[in-house]
């Protein structure tokens, strides 16, 4: 079974500076998604990036983007000029794509990381 | 184009009472997924349906829970004689037959406290 880990349960960073959220995995599969969530206070879950394991380029969504280490098994979130609006709990989280080949539909997160962003 | 629409947003019910959450796709997505979240937890999987099937229940409790997803009307999550256990957020979550980007696309979850 597919496993993610978030090792640290929270973080600080000032306004406008950078932040890397740390997200391990676990898997024997060869293709699969890797996801970055983000719950405000509202608990909304919004998605903030999606990686494809077969794709070597790292995602990049405006002030997000990623650092995808294929034989690590890593996926590093970086948040570049931290606005207010990104304080929230950040989720890690894993799908696979070998449907065909009996892997699982769902969804697997990690437990979270609250981040805080100081003004 | 509506979104994956869950409610009711909150529901307080007593120890032994009934509840029901109700799940209602965005327009198109085939297939339907229930998650848990605990306070200071992530979300667990609990449940995958498809239209009539149950494909993946492997996160469900075994007793008290169940799930559906008719031909006609929203997928429903059923907690039977609830117990102060199962205050929680329930989430559920849709997406296309075999999507092509993985991607789950959220609701905004039930709040469910048991009294």
């Known amino acids: 079974a597919q496993t993610v880990t978030q090792s640290q349960p929270e973080m600080s960073v000032q306004e406008a500076e950078t932040v890397t959220l740390s997200c391990t995995y676990d898997?024997?599969?060869?293709?699969?998604?890797l996801f970055w969530y983000k719950q405000p206070p509202s608990r909304q879950m919004i998605l903030v990036i999606r990686q494809e394991a077969y794709k070597q380029q790292n995602a990049t969504e405006n002030r997000f983007s990623v650092n995808f280490q294929k034989a690590a098994k890593s996926f590093s979130l970086k948040i570049s000029d931290s606005q207010l609006g990104d304080a929230a709990m950040y989720f890690c989280?894993?799908?696979?794509?070998?449907?065909?080949?009996?892997?699982?539909?769902?969804?697997?997160f990690g437990k979270g990381m609250k981040l805080t962003v100081n003004p | 184009n509506a979104g994956v629409m869950q409610n009711p947003r909150h529901l307080v019910r007593r120890r032994g009472q009934e509840a029901r959450l109700r799940c209602s796709p965005m327009k198109g997505h085939s297939h339907v997924y229930w998650y848990r979240q605990l306070p200071e937890e992530g979300l667990k999987f609990m449940v995958y349906l498809q239209k009539e099937n149950i494909i993946d229940e492997s996160g469900m409790p075994k007793e008290r829970f169940s799930a559906e997803f008719p031909k006609e009307g929203p997928s429903i999550l059923r907690i039977q004689q609830v117990v102060r256990g199962d205050s929680a957020a329930y989430f559920c979550?849709?997406?296309?037959?075999?999507?092509?980007?993985?991607?789950?696309?959220f609701g905004e979850g039930s709040r469910l406290t048991v009294l």
């Open positions: 989280a894993y799908r696979s794509a070998m449907l065909e080949m009996g892997g699982s539909e769902k969804l697997v």
């Open positions: 898997t024997s599969e060869s293709d699969y998604y």
């Open positions: 979550a849709s997406s296309f037959l075999r999507s092509r980007t993985g991607e789950l696309f």
